[in-house]
T-cell receptor
Framework: DTAVSQTPKYLVTQMGNDKSIKCEQN?????MYWYKQDSKKFLKIMFS???????INETVPNRFSPKSPDKAHLNLHINSLELGDSAVYFC?????????????FGPGTRLTVL | KQEVTQIPAALSVPEGENLVLNCSFT??????LQWFRQDPGKGLTSLLL?????REQTSGRLNASLDKSSGRSTLYIAASQPGDSATYLC??????????FGTGTRLQVFP
């Protein structure tokens, strides 16, 4: 009965590689997000999608390309990984029609670039 | 540009104490404010959400208040327990839909 799930949970890779992180939500939400938590534990939004359409892009390098095949999924592909990409990446979702506007977060993917 | 600050950065208290975590934000034009809990190596668990028109929300031993005009929110934890040990994050959202997070308060409750 997982609400927002992410795969993989851990990802260790070499500099220069290309990798993807997947996110799925079974809450019936239509808006999904990617956040990055850096080594100092500071959380910052990267992207948001509503009904598969990109809404927010917070000046993230174009090596990061989100893709939403349907409104239940939002994947994050990263090209040419750099050391500074090491972080925990969180996916979140919410129902845009809800006046409550609460966001629900996944368990995170810890990316380590060597 | 909205900035969110949390004080204190870390807090260590004995079990049973009532405690207050503080969150301040620079732009009062918020849509809502959300308090989260993050356990080490885990994701974020939403604790309470206060809409901009509300003054407070309560859930069990937790009470969150919001003073939008002064840019402040507090999270009150009654009768703290060791299981409350975690990092507490507040985040505000505006009409652009993104959450802007604070720096967090790391709480340790010892037996």
């Amino acid at each position: 009965d997982t609400a927002v799930s992410q795969t993989p949970k851990y990802l260790v890779t070499q500099m220069g590689n290309d990798k993807s992180i997947k996110c799925e939500q079974n809450l019936g939400h239509d808006t999904m997000y990617w956040y990055k938590q850096d080594s100092k534990k500071f959380l910052k939004i990267m992207f948001s999608y509503n009904n598969k359409e990109l809404i927010i892009n917070e000046t993230v390098p174009n090596r990061f390309s989100p893709k939403s095949p349907d409104k239940a999924h939002l994947n994050l592909h990263i090209n040419s990984l750099e050391l500074g990409d090491s972080a925990v990446y969180f996916c979140a979702s919410r129902a845009s029609g809800s006046s409550y506007n609460e966001q629900f977060f996944g368990p995170g993917t810890r990316l380590t670039v060597l | 540009k909205q900035e969110v600050t949390q004080i204190p950065a870390a807090l260590s208290v004995p079990e049973g104490e009532n405690l207050v975590l503080n969150c301040s934000f620079t732009d009062s034009a918020i849509y809502n404010l959300q308090w989260f809990r993050q356990d080490p190596g885990k994701g974020l668990t939403s604790l309470l959400l206060i809409q901009s028109s509300q003054r407070e929300q309560t859930s069990g031993r937790l009470n969150a208040s919001l003073d939008k005009s002064s840019g402040r929110s507090t999270l009150y934890i009654a009768a703290s327990q060791p299981g409350d040990s975690a990092t507490y994050l507040c985040a505000v959202s505006d009409n652009t839909d993104k959450l802007i997070f604070g720096t967090g308060t790391r709480l340790q409750v010892f037996p």
